[in-house]
């Protein structure tokens, strides 16, 4: 596939999948508006402490600025030091919150990700939401660690780091988990295993984004069966066809022309918020939401393939199962 070709599939996918999206926010949205079913109060989280991934930017910054604004404590965990203290800064001012800190998390090395796990866990705090916001797309070739760029970034890496953090959510309890899918993950027909230990083969990279994507639900699925009466409930969800940076890598005649109709961060951010503070969904677990509201995933996310993708992971990464 040339250049123009790789445009082309670029622009087929997206539009696509911004057809899904809109076709599947229509059908629910009702008469009156669509707004967020669950409008929370300024100060409903005081004594409550989340980690947010990828929160110097797009729907991470905007989950945390909201977060920080109802009084919760908020880790903010990305790549950048030097770009993430800024955003900090700000969030801070605008809220009136200063329990904000910085952890280095690069998703792609799992050495990375045990350190900042470990860093989180010297600090004694509680833990009551982490939220795996963080993510690539459109991007090619392998992670540090061995893995698909975007499978090792957008799924390995928040396994490892869920995984290591699962005690102290279980002492925190009641805890949530909650995991940025995307729609995208209906185009993935299942996981490749050797496909996902070696470079991308795409010259899009999307096709791997969606299998991503599918690891992100599969995981949320075994998360709720394996946690049952642990007082940890887990979620995956579509933020919408955001203009964030995980777009940052699509080529530039189409980035533009992609983002365009997409929503804004704010409005992505809106689900993630919804699944880790809302009441509504206090008591269910494992299931995908999209606008705020359950929906059914691709059928390929079935149990079985939850099981054994869960299985496979905790061997890549050596984790205690």
Wanted: charge should be neutral; charged fraction near 20%.
């Amino acid at each position: 596939m040339d250049k123009r070709a790789a445009v082309a599939s670029i622009a087929a996918t997206t539009a696509t999948t911004n057809q899904l999206h809109n076709r599947s926010r229509s059908a629910r949205q009702d008469a009156a508006s669509g707004g967020p079913a669950y409008a929370p109060p300024i100060g409903d989280l005081d004594n409550r402490t989340f980690l947010v991934t990828g929160a110097n930017t797009g729907i991470g910054r905007e989950t945390a600025l909201t977060l920080a604004r109802r009084g919760a404590r908020v880790f903010v965990a990305g790549r950048s030091e030097p770009k993430t203290l800024p955003v900090i800064d700000q969030i801070a001012a605008q809220t009136g919150n200063s329990a904000l800190t910085f952890l280095s998390l690069d998703l792609g090395d799992l050495a990375s990700v045990r350190a900042c796990a470990n860093e989180f866990l010297r600090t004694g705090e509680s833990l009551h939401g982490l939220i795996n916001n963080a993510g690539l797309a459109g991007q090619r070739g392998m992670t540090e660690s061995g893995f698909e760029l975007a499978f090792g970034t957008n799924y390995v890496g928040p396994f490892l780091l869920t995984g290591l953090l699962l005690e102290r959510l279980r002492e925190s309890a009641p805890a949530r988990i909650v995991n940025v899918s995307s729609i995208g993950h209906y185009r993935a027909a299942g996981i490749d295993y050797e496909a996902v230990r070696r470079p991308t083969k795409s010259l899009t990279g999307l096709p791997e984004y969606a299998v991503s994507k599918l690891g992100n639900v599969l995981h949320a699925q075994e998360l709720a069966r394996r946690l049952q009466g642990d007082g940890i409930t887990a979620y995956s969800l579509h933020p919408g066809a955001i203009a964030s940076d995980v777009w940052r890598r699509v080529p530039w005649p189409v980035r533009p022309l992609i983002k365009r109709r997409m929503r804004s961060p704010v409005e992505g951010a809106r689900t993630s918020l919804y699944c880790a503070t809302s009441p509504e969904v206090a008591n269910e677990s494992g299931h995908y939401y999209d606008d705020c509201r359950r929906e059914e995933p691709s059928a390929v996310a079935t149990p079985e393939l939850a099981a054994e993708l869960w299985d496979r992971s905790v061997a890549w990464v050596d984790l205690d199962p």
